[in-house]
């Protein structure tokens, strides 16, 4: 009943600047915490950055300085700025969001199918 759509992911070099967008659509009453997972290929899923309704933040020590989460709350959309992407950060890249259904007093959390972000000269 709620689909989050990625898109943004591709190929670009190190140093390189890639944006990703997650909007999500359906049985939406109201979206609480919004965020941004990562798998690269053999390693455990990393949480990358997170972003609350009140707009406060949290980000992996890894992308510190040179990710940025921001949301638009009328589109129901989470963005994540990477700059000075480096090879290290290739990975399926995920978004997730807290929602909670209209009349319902519970959240349930929602993910997107994942996009590629791959890092490579």
């Known amino acids: 009943q709620v689909q989050l759509v990625e898109s943004g992911g591709g190929l670009v070099q190190p140093g390189g600047s890639l944006r990703l967008s997650c909007a999500a659509s359906g049985n939406i009453g109201s979206i609480n915490t919004m965020g941004w997972d990562r798998q690269a290929p053999g390693k455990q899923r990393e949480l990358v950055a997170t972003i609350t309704s009140g707009d406060s933040t949290n980000y992996a020590d890894s992308v510190k300085g040179r990710f940025t989460i921001s949301r638009d709350n009328a589109k129901n959309t989470v963005y994540l700025q990477m700059n000075g992407l480096k090879p290290e950060d290739t990975a399926v890249y995920f978004c997730?969001?807290?929602?909670?259904?209209?009349?319902?007093?519970?959240?349930?959390?929602?993910w997107g199918q994942g996009t590629q972000v791959t890092v490579s000269s």
């Open positions: 997730n969001a807290l929602i909670q259904a209209p009349g319902r007093p519970w959240l349930s959390n929602h």
